[in-house]
């Protein structure tokens, strides 16, 4: 991913950060910190080979210090973030009113920023108050750190967890959207939240379906190493689904190259599963169309941004790329 589309990503998900109640906030928080305490040795044994990696490019004393991720420094990583969730949530508090006229009140009252760019040093330490900071006052943020900590800027398993989290939060923006406008909506993650939404249970899942409702699955998997692309395609051979629907930003289909950098990429109408999966087209990651092909699961790529296009696809038009079995 590009620095602009990272950008672009945290813009979008800033508006949807700047709703979540203080209760999801604090629960993501806590998951981080269960993350870290869980997987505590593998970051010290990263950092070690970060630190003998600078200490052979001749990096300063005091940089190494900062640098250094040991377990002291991890504890007091915990321990400032399980007092940042004690912490009363800064997002939404009446900090003046005025009245201005009958009946006309003016109210000065703290929100996010939105978007927060930092730069900072080779710090383990920073990255994690810095992101939970954000977090915690509803922003999104884009972080740029040091490569002499490259095998320290965020362990694996811990970021595909926050980026779990970061689903369920999307989900449950679009679930107040829905329900405001009277469509009975139902959340199901694979991440137990119990006090905001359904732990997935594909019977139930199914039922809800029956009863004419609108399922959001969140949380991907449930697994670190397992893309969002392999959670829509597993869930939706689960429940049934007839179609995958793959929306796209201003793309509508699959070309056989980039068509914003190459004029000349050629749109593909129709692929089969296996055809796409040769031809390496990036259409998703392999383990979902491997999925789709092995379930004979069409999937659909369109331009979500051209009107009515999802409206077509549900119906059946012709609409951007279509991948099946019978192409």
């Known amino acids: 991913m590009s620095i602009t589309e990272s950008a672009q990503a945290a813009k979008s998900a800033s508006i949807s950060l700047a709703a979540v109640n203080t209760e999801l906030k604090n629960k993501a928080l806590d998951d981080i910190a269960e993350a870290i305490r869980r997987n505590r040795d593998k970051i010290i044994s990263a950092n070690e080979r970060d630190l003998a990696e600078a200490k052979k490019n001749n990096l300063a004393a005091p940089l190494l210090k900062r640098l250094k991720f040991d377990e002291a420094k991890i504890n007091q990583a915990i321990d400032s973030i399980e007092s940042l969730i004690k912490l009363e949530d800064p997002v939404g508090r009446t900090m003046a009113a005025t009245e201005l006229d009958a009946g006309l009140e003016l109210y000065k009252v703290t929100c996010p920023i939105g978007v927060i760019g930092i730069v900072f040093e080779s710090r383990p330490d920073a990255l994690v108050q810095i992101s939970t900071l954000c977090l915690k006052s509803g922003n999104a943020v ?47 993650s694979a991440i137990a939240v119990q006090q905001v939404a359904e732990v997935f249970i594909r019977r139930r899942a199914i039922r809800h379906l029956e009863k004419g409702r609108v399922v959001i699955f969140a949380g991907g998997t449930g697994n670190p190493y397992m893309t969002t692309d392999t959670a829509a395609a597993l869930r939706a051979i689960e429940v049934e689904a007839e179609v995958l629907l793959m929306a796209k930003n201003k793309v509508n289909g699959i070309y056989s190259a980039d068509p914003r950098r190459n004029p000349d990429a050629q749109k593909y109408t129709k692929l089969a599963h296996m055809e796409a999966l040769n031809k390496r087209l990036k259409v998703m990651d392999a383990t979902a169309l491997s999925l789709c092909l092995e379930n004979k699961l069409p999937i659909i790529v369109f331009d979500l941004e051209k009107t009515d296009n999802l409206k077509r696809a549900i119906s059946g038009e012709a609409v951007g790329t279509l991948i099946s079995s019978e192409a």
């Not at 965020?154 to 923006?173: E, F, P």
């Open 142 to 188: 884009l972080l740029k750190g040091g490569s002499e900590a490259a095998r320290n800027g965020m362990d694996r398993v811990t970021a595909d967890y926050a980026g779990m989290l970061a689903t369920i939060i999307n989900a449950l923006s679009l679930q107040d959207v829905l329900e405001r406008e009277g469509v009975v909506t139902r959340t199901q």
